[in-house]
DNA sequence: ATATTTGCCTAACGACCGTTAGTTAGGATG
DNA sequence: CATCCTAACTAACGGTCGTTAGGCAAATAT
């Protein structure tokens, strides 16, 4: 079937973009150079791809929508503050992992989005800091959490999450589930003997 | 004196600069564009500048100096690791609130920077990186912090420092040196009860 | 076997890029 | 007053950008 051959190349397409993207930024990647890497003429890549902001698009909202997918599926739990806090951090480490260059494209070049598409992604990014604040509030309830400031709580384990690209490689010896594990231990505990 | 109107333009272009680059990344802010932003030409800022890379390298490494000229005065000190911590963490966070634009292209854009800029300024991240390391190995040493991964601890830090830039402004609540103070505190006993 | 679709090609579009050359008005300096 | 210097200007350079149009050969469908 033809379709099997024109999806695989429009995924080698959003494959190399994503790649590129991370390595030199959305806006110092030009089409000629994803399809240099491809081995084919800038032009051809328009048999598949409707533009290059498209491809941003995709990489945004895919891992945005994963995020949000994961979080309205811990939510359903009803688990305890401090153990959904545990299981949304090991979840949100492994999205970032599974995704390095898809997760540093949606960190960084967002704001390369026009709108609406701009805005739609801001509103989903908003909500799923909501999710975690949520739960740093409900740690705070139940007595488990000490936050003095929320926001820049929420922050501080955001960043340290997001930040793994700077220094995770998929075959070092530090594995995604050992990674969310000391972290969680960090936050939680701090590193004072 | 003529010199001194000279500086203050090319005070501006830099200025001005620093403040496009981080709102909308280097390679996608033009010569043209900052000019617009001064009311002048593109061609008129080669009156005062060499090029569109020498402002990202003047903006690169006068931080990078200011971060290692700080961690060079901190080191003489002698202090014990848990206060060298804290001195450290909170001179880093003066540094990043006091230079909000140049700390986004800072920890961004340098990738743009050509050889043999790219390779001096790894060097010097390096160089700073180590001195928050070896504050940690001593930590470890006088059996006063607990650490598993130095790497992870490490980048854990940093990416809660770094992204200081996502939330504070400076017209806020928070202030520097607080927010110095309680992320500390997050490091060192954690946000358990 | 014929007709259609696919995936690429070449050529080109107008726009914008960083930068250089040469000029000019006006203020500072002698 | 004559000279120099500055900071801007206009014009233009070669190059690259994202994208479109139209064609062509091979694969697929009828």
């Known amino acids: 079937m033809a379709t099997a051959i024109i999806k695989n190349r429009k995924q ?23 399809a240099a890497e491809l081995g084919i003429e800038a032009a051809s890549l328009y048999s598949h791809i409707k533009s ?6 995709l990489i ?9 997918k994961s979080s309205d599926e811990l939510q359903k739990k009803k688990l305890p503050a401090k ?8 979840e949100h480490i492994r999205i970032i992992t599974q995704n390095m260059d898809s997760s540093v ?27 975690y604040k ?3 509030k409900a740690g705070a309830e139940e ?3 000490q936050i003095r400031d929320e926001k820049l709580t929420l922050f501080v ?17 530090l594995q995604p589930e050992e990674i969310a594990e000391q972290m969680v231990e960090v936050f939680l505990n701090g590193i004072l003997k």
């Open 134 to 136: 949520n739960i740093l």
């Open 83 to 90: 153990e959904l806090f545990k299981q949304a951090v090991t």
């Open 52 to 57: 290059k902001e498209e491809i941003l698009q």
């Open 157 to 173: 384990i955001f960043s340290a999450m997001n930040g793994i690209y700077e220094w995770f490689t998929p075959k070092g010896k």
């Open 12 to 34: 080698q397409i959003h494959l190399t973009a994503k790649n590129l993207f991370r390595e030199r930024g959305y806006a110092a990647t030009s089409m000629r150079h994803i």
């Open 60 to 68: 945004c909202f895919e891992l945005a929508e994963q995020f949000l």
């Open 143 to 145: 007595k488990k959490f």
């Open 105 to 131: 494209v949606f960190l960084h070049e967002w704001r390369h989005l026009s709108e609406p598409f701009l805005s739609d992604f801001k509103l989903m990014r908003k909500r799923y800091e909501n999710f």
